[in-house]
């Protein structure tokens, strides 16, 4: 397998294509690509045209900075739009002195994809949870060992015929191969969580444009994963709509100003603004913004709380939350707003390597380090994916030619702002 791998991360508000090696054990990312996307819409793609156009230009981008040619790349899925399934896949052991080889360790992993599913889902991953050995189980690598009968518990990894589909058309059109697709918070997690917060149980949280993906971890397994619709987009169109402002206007105020709690501004601080149109400005007190943006994280908070306790989920991590992407990144006091609300430890997580980090960055830096480090090559069969010769290269050097809560919220801070505005 090539040492060298592009990853690919369509987002509702950004695709990001990393190229990136493991280099002495050492990763390193070698080109960042990043493109403003509109063809997606929480999490799903409703428009190919539009993805492919940003798909490409982050390709170039990635190519020039890396100095390589892409030919194919390995894309995630987001946790909440995949079901797992438990299934178990058992055989005998090959060889006569039986001697358990990583032919032994595929066949049981095919064996274990040997179940009944919908006609419109598709398997798009296995994730092993433990290995039994002769009755022997916890284990997390038998080959080398000695056996007769080689036994597996893992995650059948599922997702929808028609995600998928759009996922690899949009690759297609970009003019690349697919080399697999990798399930977002195992990508995510490879690059944000320990082994120790993985082995105690701990939920990550990745707040995106859109989306916010709930994902647990104990025992070292992922054991649940949500996608809820709510996500950091939510922030600034309740800052535009109140204060009657552009979206771009919005997100610049927030990006700059905002806070997660009015406690950390002063009550004169005031900042000029357009209103719509550009025509006028008018002053607004920083104090107002920071209630707009309060109001909408608490909700955020409590609706990832609320799915934890309502999936008997919220005991089970010791270790605390982890929160990353982009959707909260940058905003002033979120770590002790969240900690306040979990009543749990809370940090904020992100790929810590030169080029990337950055918690925008965690899941493409994920599904590049992810497919590395477990040795992925094009494992994955789909079904649509572009057919390879097995001899081709992936990459080439080359120098590039220089040619309903929200109701609720709003109308308690419409109340609060009614005679300001």
Not at 1 to 20: E, Q, R
Not at 201 to 210: M, P, R
Not at 258 to 278: C, E, F, M, Q, Y
Not at 360 to 368: D, R
Request: net charge negative; proline share 2%.
């Amino acid at each position: 397998m090539s040492n060298v791998v592009a990853a690919l991360d369509i987002g509702s508000s950004k695709v990001c294509i990393i190229i990136a090696e493991m280099k002495n054990k050492q990763f390193n990312v070698l080109g960042v690509g990043t493109s403003e996307c509109k063809g997606v819409k929480k999490g799903i793609i409703v428009d190919i045209d539009s993805t492919v156009e940003a798909i490409n230009s982050a390709l170039k981008q990635a190519e020039h900075m890396s100095n390589k040619k892409i030919k194919s790349v390995f894309v995630n899925i987001p946790g909440g739009y995949t079901n797992l399934y438990k299934t178990k896949g058992v055989i005998a052991v090959s060889r006569d002195d039986k001697e358990i080889t990583k032919e032994d360790v595929n066949r049981v992993l095919e064996a274990a994809k040997v179940v009944a599913i919908p006609q419109d889902k598709e398997i798009i991953d296995i994730i092993p949870e433990q290995y039994i050995v002769d009755g022997y189980d916890e284990i997390r690598d038998p080959i080398g060992m000695v056996g007769v009968r080689l036994e597996v518990d893992a995650n059948l990894i599922v997702a929808s015929c028609t995600t998928v589909q759009n996922i690899i058309r949009s690759i297609q059109k970009a003019g690349l191969a697919c080399d697999g697709i990798i399930l977002e918070p195992l990508a995510t997690s490879s690059v944000v969580l320990s082994d120790d917060e993985k082995e105690l149980g701990v939920a990550l949280i990745d707040v995106g444009a859109e989306t916010t993906d709930i994902s647990v971890f104990r025992k070292g397994s992922l054991i649940f994963t949500k996608v809820i619709p709510v996500g950091g987009n939510h922030i600034t169109n309740d800052i535009s709509i109140i204060c009657k402002i552009t979206s771009t206007d919005a997100e610049k105020i927030k990006r700059q100003y905002g806070v997660a709690t009015s406690n950390l501004i002063r009550n004169n601080d005031i900042i000029k603004i357009n209103s719509i149109g550009g025509k006028s400005e008018k002053e607004v007190y920083l104090k107002d913004i920071a209630e707009i943006m309060e109001a909408r994280i608490s909700e955020m908070l409590y609706l990832v709380r609320k799915e934890l306790e309502d999936r008997n989920l919220y005991n089970s991590i010791s270790a605390g939350v982890v929160i990353t992407g982009g959707g909260l990144f940058n905003i002033k006091g979120i770590q002790d707003v969240a900690q306040s609300s979990f009543e749990l430890p809370v940090r904020f997580g992100y790929p810590n390597y030169i080029g990337v980090a950055n918690p925008i960055y965690s899941a493409s830096a994920g599904t590049a380090f992810y497919a590395l480090k477990e040795k992925r090559t094009s494992t994955v069969e789909l079904s649509h994916s572009v057919p390879k010769k097995e001899e081709d290269s992936h990459f080439e050097d080359y120098v590039e030619d220089d040619s309903s809560s929200k109701r609720n919220i709003l109308d308690k801070i419409k109340d609060f702002f009614a005679d300001f505005f």
